[in-house]
């Protein structure tokens, strides 16, 4: 249900407090400290307890896709198996396919790429807006050509992608706008809950998201029955019989058992998720406001920190007004001339000092060798940019095409946020604040 701002009324207040006023006591006192709790166990437990079969156990899949609609305000749910099945699913519902051109950021795990080589189009790569690292409206004009049929803004990092000029873009042209918010739950934008923006949203609940469903999974949430429907199908074989109610991810058995059943309609993949996931996702999305707000009282850690010790040569991300951040991890700007050293030697130290390892951001999509030589099928030629049917100009990707994301790329600090118990994040804390001190 959304209320008169935008934002769904099952939210609670933990998320939309500031993050520096948030209790870490009071915000782990309610998480189980291995991301498993009673819930986890009892919603299993049914699984088991009814068993396996050419049916739905425990009715647990459609349990999970109505209460995840719920939760976000959405008339539809529809799970898979992955976060990378459930933008393909919704490419194809959508008719993307051979011929046509898909505008994807190059500041994004490669998946939001390779979905659309899967669709058998072409991924046209945009660059990002240095302070927010999402995808730059201004070069996603540039980009926009005839043969666009969709665009994919990612919310990177926890922050929503700046929806209103890519909307604005994407009007005229009639493009669908599919939302890659694998790590941004709950952050608002503009006082709209992200996931409520683009013609459908895809979630990740894959391990290291902000509620999994048992290491692997996804979601996709839409208002568009017919869409919805479409991309059932495109999940589940194309069966004809599927629609977007939830858990209808089998077909009835009086149906299926008659020879006389024309089974597939539509062209799709098998991306069904399972019961078992469906039960973990379903447990984990009733703390999900819980666990973001964790993940943002620990990125206020770092900033009080940062803040503390005077730190100038690490700069905080930035939110833009209007913007909460669900900080699926806490991404600095490191300022390796005023520092002194680069990145891996910063990295060394922040470990050498307890740090659990950092992270850079990935290797530029388009930067990535499969991407760099086009071998998505073996040689080049076999390529979607080389495909009769493609009358467009993207036939090679390589440095230069998103300079700004170039330029940064080497210099993010992507601290971890997805620690379970208190003491981990005060030792992480600590471990930054010693190695601010160390280069003092």
Not at 42 to 70: I, K, P, T
Not at 76 to 105: K, Q, R, W, Y
Request: with cysteine.
């Amino acid at each position: 249900m959304i209320d008169s701002t935008g934002m769904s009324s099952h939210i609670s207040p933990l998320v939309t407090m500031p993050p520096d006023q948030l209790d870490l006591g009071e915000i782990f006192g309610r998480l189980p400290p291995r991301r498993c709790g009673e819930a986890d166990r009892r919603y299993m437990n049914e699984v088991l307890d009814d068993g396996f079969g050419n049916r739905e156990s425990a009715h647990m899949v459609g349990r999970f896709e109505a209460a995840f609609a719920e939760k976000f305000g959405a008339r539809f749910a529809i799970s898979h198996n992955s976060g990378t099945g459930t933008m393909l699913s919704c490419l194809l519902a959508a008719g993307v396919g051979p011929g046509d051109e898909v505008i994807v950021p190059a500041a994004t795990m490669a998946s939001t790429a390779m979905v659309v080589v899967q669709a058998g189009a072409v991924p046209v790569f945009a660059d990002s807006d240095p302070r927010t690292f999402n995808l730059d409206p201004a070069d996603v004009a540039r980009k926009i050509t005839e043969h666009t049929r969709a665009i994919i803004p990612v919310s990177l990092f926890g922050l929503s992608a700046d929806f209103d000029p890519i909307l604005a873009l994407a009007r005229p042209y009639d493009l669908t706008i599919i939302e890659d918010d694998a790590q941004c739950f709950l952050a608002t934008y503009h006082g709209r809950l992200v996931g409520t923006l683009g013609r459908a949203a895809s979630f990740s609940l894959q391990g290291s998201k902000h509620m999994t469903s048992g290491g692997s999974g996804g979601m996709v949430i839409t208002d568009d029955e017919a869409y919805a429907r479409n991309i059932r199908k495109a999940s589940i074989l194309g069966y004809s019989t599927l629609d977007a109610k939830p858990g209808a991810t089998m077909i009835p058995r009086d149906v299926r058992q008659d020879y006389a059943f024309e089974r597939h309609d539509r062209f799709g993949y098998n991306f069904r998720m399972s019961a078992p996931q469906a039960a973990l996702g379903l447990a984990q999305l009733e703390r999900l406001d819980t666990l973001v707000a964790a993940r943002r009282a620990i990125a206020a850690q770092y900033e009080r920190v940062i803040r503390e010790e005077k730190c100038e040569w690490l700069i905080p991300p930035h939110v833009p007004e209007g913007c909460t951040h669900a900080y699926w991890c806490y991404t600095c700007t490191l300022d390796t001339e005023r520092l002194g050293v680069d990145w891996r030697t910063f990295r060394k130290t922040f470990v050498a000092h307890g740090g659990d390892g950092l992270y850079g951001l990935w290797v530029p999509v388009h930067l990535e060798p499969v991407f760099r030589t086009l071998s998505f099928f073996g040689s080049p030629e076999r390529s979607p940019n080389f495909d009769p049917r493609y009358k467009g100009q993207v036939k090679s990707y390589g440095p230069g095409n998103c300079p700004q994301v170039e330029a940064f790329r080497s210099r993010l600090c992507l601290f971890k946020t997805g620690m379970q118990t208190l003491a981990k994040v005060e030792a992480q804390a600590e471990a930054l604040r010693a190695t601010i001190h160390y280069y003092a």
